[in-house]
């Protein structure tokens, strides 16, 4: 999920060892603009979905395949973004250029 972010920023970067050098590492890289706002919510993003999907495998015995775990993150993002909810698969080209 990091991967997907961050080259859809065209960033290249190597993840840190814990989690306040990377929010920090996260927070710093990228563009003044208003990108740079929505990009703040990446990390939460990502650990949602992480967190939603352990809890589907943990305690309701079911499971995404990777293409629908990312889309889930993909969608979270442009749902957290937008406060619309993504329905159809044109609406991704628009989420991807919302990055």
Do not use: H
């Amino acid at each position: 999920l990091w991967r997907i972010f961050s080259s859809l920023r065209k960033i290249t970067w190597v993840k840190p060892r814990n989690i306040a050098q990377l929010l920090n590492c996260w927070i710093n890289i990228g563009n003044t603009t208003i990108k740079e706002e929505r990009s703040r919510i990446v990390p939460a993003c990502i650990w949602w979905t992480l967190w939603k999907e352990r809890n589907q495998r943990c305690f309701e015995g079911k499971k995404n395949n990777v293409q629908n775990f990312k889309m889930n993150c993909i969608a979270l993002y442009y749902f957290w973004c937008k406060q619309k909810v993504l329905v159809q698969a044109e609406e991704l080209f628009d989420v991807l250029d919302y990055l």
